[in-house]
């Protein structure tokens, strides 16, 4: 209820009054600030995208190599059972220590390990440990040693060197 003022029982007015005293608000923004907005926040929304994409990648990325690693690590620990296999086929083992050898390295092989036996290749040192020298016969020259003997196996893990040949080498 309003009085004879135009003021109801608490005191306000029918009128609207703005801040510029024109006694009318304004709804909207102007259009020029409607769209500098709309603007900002589709920019902030495209940068917040490429952030939580770009996180997403670094997360995945991290959690392959951690598997990796640790696969790697699983690998490298059961490179002496494969050694012990080796010497003991070397010194006569029987049919059950090579089933054994031949099942775990066909599993090993199947998600990522290659054996190195480098016997008669030229030495490479990013593959290959020299630990024994013997004199060469001369056709190969002083620059190009081979490998002569393979004293224990080397393992490469999916394209990486895991260990390196123990190797003897001559020339």
């Known amino acids: 209820m309003t009085s004879e003022g135009g003021e109801d029982e608490y005191g306000a007015t029918d009128e609207v009054d703005s801040p510029e005293g024109s ?10 600030e409607l769209a500098r907005q709309r603007d900002e926040y589709l920019e902030s929304l495209l ?4 952030e939580f994409d770009n996180y997403r990648k670094r997360v995945e990325r991290q959690q392959r190599e951690i598997v990796e690693n640790a696969n790697a690590s699983l690998v490298k620990k059961l490179l002496p059972v494969l050694d012990t296999a080796d ?3 070397a010194h006569g083992g029987g049919a059950d220590v090579k089933q054994v050898a031949s099942a775990l390295f066909d599993i ?6 290659q054996r190195i036996d480098p016997e008669g290749e030229r030495f490479d040192p990013e593959h290959h ?7 060469g016969d001369g056709a190969g020259g002083p620059d190009k040693p ?23 080498v001559r020339g």
């Open 146 to 168: 081979e490998v002569s003997e393979v004293l224990r196996a080397g393992y490469i893990w999916k394209g990486r060197a895991l260990r390196p040949a123990m190797v003897k």
């Open 108 to 113: 090993l092989s199947k998600e990522g390990l």
């Open 87 to 89: 010497l003991a086929l």
């Open 23 to 32: 006694g009318e608000y304004p709804l909207l923004p102007a259009p020029g």
């Open 47 to 50: 940068r917040l995208q490429a």
């Open 129 to 135: 440990e020299a630990v024994a020298h013997e004199p």
